[in-house]
């Protein structure tokens, strides 16, 4: 089972959609989510981290389900300029290094 | 703001050859990190490094593979004799003791021949 697993897509949605990503962890040991954000051929930027009370950023708003293993984003109101691959992450134990899901593309349409 | 800067963006070598990738972190970050990114595949962790020394390293990270911190600023990455298998992006990141947030650089691009 792989690490971190999300849905590829691609997403299509028409601006001012809602649209809602899932991703699941197989450890349990896993101690800190984000959910980063890709640009094409460019590095990743962290849009927000990810806490089990779920937490709201403007238009983000992401949770956790530590029983389940299940972190999820929520985009509302989308924008021509949401569109990326939206990479969910985790950091398993203490060490710091991001384990990275392969990401799902999300395309704005006008 | 202070960002992490990589050097050179793309890096054409043949295979067999040496390459250094270069990345200056945040000047008051304290660990450091490299990673990879074959085309189309996922960002794969290949190290992480802190107070001089490698804290952790995957099973990517192999003796072709170094590190170095050489002046206080620079972070290296050495890959001693390159495959066609190595070409791919490489990110490197930096970031602040204990805030887990970490900046990655934008990127150089590997073509290996």
């Known amino acids: 089972r792989k690490e971190v697993e999300q849905d590829p897509g691609p997403f299509n949605v028409p601006e001012g959609a809602t649209v809602a990503f899932n991703c699941t962890y197989s450890?349990?040991?896993?101690?800190?989510f984000f959910w980063y954000r890709q640009d094409c051929r460019k590095e990743p930027k962290l849009l927000m981290s990810?806490?089990?009370s779920g937490n709201e950023d403007g238009r983000f708003t992401a949770q956790l389900n530590r029983a389940s293993q299940y972190i999820s984003l929520l985009i509302r109101d989308s924008k021509l300029s949401d569109s990326a691959t939206y990479l969910c992450?985790?950091?398993?134990?203490?060490?710091?290094?991001?384990?990275f899901g392969k990401g799902t593309k999300l395309s704005v349409k006008p | 703001e202070p960002e992490v800067t990589q050097t050179p963006s793309h890096q054409v070598t043949q295979m067999g050859q040496e390459v250094i990738l270069r990345c200056v972190p945040i000047?008051?970050?304290?660990?450091f990190y490299w990673y990879r990114q074959i085309l189309g595949q996922k960002v794969e962790f290949l190290v992480s490094f802190y107070n001089n020394e490698i804290s952790e390293k995957s099973e990517i990270f192999d003796d072709q593979f170094s590190v170095e911190r050489p002046d206080g600023s620079n972070f290296t990455l050495k890959i001693r004799s390159t495959k066609l298998e190595d070409s791919a992006m490489y990110f490197c990141?930096?970031?602040?003791?204990?805030?887990?947030?970490?900046?990655f650089g934008p990127g150089t691009r590997l073509t290996v021949t």
């Open positions: 990810v806490y089990s």
């Open positions: 992450v985790v950091i398993k134990g203490s060490q710091g290094n991001l384990i």
């Open positions: 000047s008051n970050h304290l660990y």
């Open positions: 990141a930096s970031e602040l003791a204990g805030v887990e947030e970490q900046y």
């Open positions: 450890n349990s040991a896993s101690q800190s």
